[in-house]
């Protein structure tokens, strides 16, 4: 029961620090173009992930269940896979990194559960959930956010041609209030549902094993005998733990993706967050576990490359990519290590 309770402070420690650690992907657009203070971005983007992280729960049982085969799966293991995630985390929040915290989960779950079963990789579910699920969507969704951003940044100079630059910017002033909360919405619809899976996840085995029958009867809620839907108590908690990690904030991550990769006028960051957050809710609704990190910067980098390609600054660009290419491999490194010695 003790090593519940640390899972479930790892795991709301996790969404906390995911919420100020992926606030810049909702709000740092709408901050770099001056839209917004950044005081008021937060409290928008807390607002808006509040709501998406209550849509839906398909994200979560893909986490829970689709990933790693649940019967090797042990409270230790959980633990392990969230204390790799946070460390990652919280290491690419001080360098400034926008990296996945979808991925470091993730990575730390494969690795410690890989760990957990003796090193069989048959643990790993990589035909039905890791590939179709994690890897390819990693592949592609970068790909769309970057094609997505350049189109509609492309579709909105032909339409407004003939606008004046100021009255341009009088209307995507205003309506980048309304994609940032669909950005906003969009992060919570995913971002917060993966820690929702691992809670669940923790519950289920706790249950599988016997850890909560000898407690008292009005902690019944604590049972999970089928991974079959994410208690509520779990989606609320998980969903102000998120709102509350927004609220705090990520200033450093905030300036490499607003302000360091490309300048940015209202209407590119209206083009940047309207590309992502459909991406987004999209990935959501067919409960895959996208990066939010990966599309936003992609649709920032697209929109920026309508300009000319020397408007993006790509050294920043190479930085971001190298903490992407790293984050699976280390978290996965990280979990197994912690899931072999705790």
């Keep these: 029961m003790i090593l519940f309770l640390l899972v479930l402070v790892a795991a709301l420690a996790f969404e906390f620090i995911n919420g ?26 807390a607002f808006w992930n509040l709501l998406g992280a209550l849509a839906g729960t398909a994200v979560a049982t893909t986490i829970g269940k689709g990933i790693v085969d649940i019967s090797t799966i042990t409270m230790t293991t959980v633990l392990c896979a969230l204390i790799s995630a946070i460390l990652w985390n919280l290491l690419t929040w001080w360098l400034g990194l926008p990296s996945s915290s979808s991925h470091a989960l993730i990575g730390g779950l494969c690795g410690s559960a890989f760990a957990a079963s003796g090193n069989n990789w048959m643990v790993l579910n990589w035909s039905s959930g890791i590939w179709p699920k994690v890897v390819l969507p990693m592949l592609l969704s970068p790909l769309l956010g970057f094609v997505g951003g350049f189109i509609l940044m492309w579709l909105i100079k032909i339409l407004f041609k003939k606008t004046s630059p100021r009255i341009v910017g009088k209307i995507f002033g205003k309506a980048q209030l309304l994609s940032a909360g669909f950005m906003g919405w969009g992060h919570g619809s995913n971002d917060a549902q993966k820690t929702m899976g691992i809670i669940t996840l923790a519950l289920f085995t706790g249950t599988q094993t016997g850890v909560f029958s000898h407690l008292p009867s009005w902690a019944h809620f604590l049972h999970v005998t089928e991974f079959k839907a994410v208690p509520f108590w779990v989606i609320l908690l998980c969903a102000l733990t998120m709102a509350c990690g927004t609220a705090a904030g990520g200033y450093k991550i905030i300036k490499t993706m607003g302000h360091s990769m490309v300048k940015l006028q209202p209407v590119n960051g209206f083009a940047a967050e309207t590309t992502a957050a459909i991406i987004i809710s999209g990935a959501s609704s067919y409960g895959v576990p996208v990066s939010t990190t990966h599309v936003i910067a992609t649709s920032i980098m697209g929109v920026g490359a309508t300009k000319r390609l020397s408007a993006v600054k790509w050294g920043i660009v190479e930085r971001i990519v190298w903490a992407w290419v790293l984050t699976l491999p280390v978290t996965f490194i990280l979990g197994y290590i912690f899931s072999r010695f705790l």
């Design 20 to 45: 100020f650690h992926d606030t810049a992907n909702a709000i740092a657009t709408v901050v770099s173009t001056r839209v917004l203070t950044p005081r008021a971005a937060i409290l928008w983007a």
